[in-house]
């Protein structure tokens, strides 16, 4: 699990990298199963190697889709 989060001096949230890595999983794109960041200006969700723009209407709303979206994984591994 990998959380970055860049704060400005008024406390905006300006650059995020939230990622599951697993190798057992998903050897390509690093090990990242699934991330979500605004790299390269936009924001977008990897999901096995594949990246799609994603609709950001805050940070909030990403943290619970990154969370939703991990926890499928490790119920899987139970």
Do not use: C, P
Request: proline residues 0%.
């Amino acid at each position: 699990m990998r959380r970055e989060i860049w704060v400005d001096r008024h406390g905006k949230i300006v650059r995020y990298s939230l990622a599951y890595i697993n190798h057992d999983i998903f050897q390509g794109d690093n090990g990242r199963v699934v991330g979500y960041d605004n790299a390269h200006g936009f924001h977008h969700r990897h999901y096995k190697g594949k990246v799609e723009a994603i609709e950001f209407t805050g940070f909030e709303d990403i943290e619970a889709r990154f969370e939703a979206d991990w926890l499928v994984f490790r119920k899987r591994s139970k």
